[in-house]
């Protein structure tokens, strides 16, 4: 990190830390990134054993910043501090000892959310840590097992498919608004099942694009379909967006 981002972020560590309901403090990969990147925000996930203070008493306590929004059931501070875009997001361990302990128990949650927050905890960097809880959770994400990996996948693989029909029906009606729903969702869980075919976890929305070329392992010619897909050729061009889509749905059900 940048050294203005690293003196903020540890600042902010200094504040939490002192809480007694935290438990460990890490900071996300954007904060890496250059300030002036628009993709830039200094992100710590808090992970916390009982109630944080409310929320006026942290916006006191973080230096009454500027903008200062906190989300309904707190589980998400933003606001901006020496010009910098911050987000404190609080999570409960033992929600996320009962995740990693009985992981396809929370399938309803995961296939609509995807395994970001899985992703989150195994690449954070760890600012604080009261116990060695932290190293414990992300050792235990190398053990979720194979029954994990093949049920995410072909979770995503039915969300995919679902959103393919959905394409295909937006096309027919002419329907711009559902022709976009129904493209981003096929994308999005079209990419999650091939993550989960090589056992990682997926990184955020902004990363996925750039994170899934690299994977060791992609059905053939994958990657031309899936580009010439993301191309914006208009209206014009939806008739063979729908044949691509259907390349990659067949590739991805096939592969394993």
């Known amino acids: 990190m940048k050294h203005k981002v690293e003196k903020l972020a540890n600042a902010l560590t200094t504040v939490l830390s002192s809480w007694e309901c935290v438990e460990c403090i890490a900071v ?6 250059d300030t002036l990147d628009p993709y830039f925000a200094l992100v ?21 910043p500027g903008a200062f929004e906190s989300a309904q059931g707190q589980t998400k501070d933003r606001f901006f501090l020496e010009s910098l875009p911050v987000r404190v997001e609080y999570k409960k361990v033992t929600e996320i000892d009962r995740l990693l302990d009985h992981s ?29 809880w932290i190293e414990g959770a992300q050792a235990r994400l190398g053990h979720l097992g194979e029954d994990f990996w093949s049920v995410m996948q072909q979770t995503f693989l039915t969300k995919m498919e679902h959103y393919f029909s ?5 096309i027919l009606c002419e329907d711009d608004f559902y022709y976009a729903v129904s493209a981003a969702g096929f994308l999005r869980f079209a990419a999650a ?6 056992r990682r976890f997926e990184p955020s929305h902004r ?14 010619d994958f990657i031309g379909c899936w580009e010439n897909f993301i191309l914006d050729e208009g ?12 390349l990659i ?3 991805l059900v096939a592969f394993r």
């Open 28 to 33: 996300g990969e954007h904060a890496e990134m």
């Open 44 to 64: 710590l996930d808090v992970y916390v054993r009982s109630r944080v203070p409310d929320p006026e008493l942290r916006q006191a306590a973080f230096g009454n």
């Open 104 to 132: 396809l128990d929370f399938l309803k949650i995961l296939k609509n959310s995807g395994t970001y927050p899985l992703y989150r905890l195994q690449t954070a960097r760890i600012l604080f840590a009261r116990t060695s």
């Open 166 to 170: 959905d394409l295909g029906e937006a």
């Open 193 to 198: 099942s091939l993550f989960m075919a090589n």
């Open 207 to 220: 990363e996925i694009n750039s994170q899934l070329r690299q994977l060791p392992r992609l059905p053939e």
């Open 235 to 246: 209206e014009s061009g939806r008739s063979r967006k729908r044949g691509l889509a259907e």
């Open 249 to 251: 749905a067949k590739s």
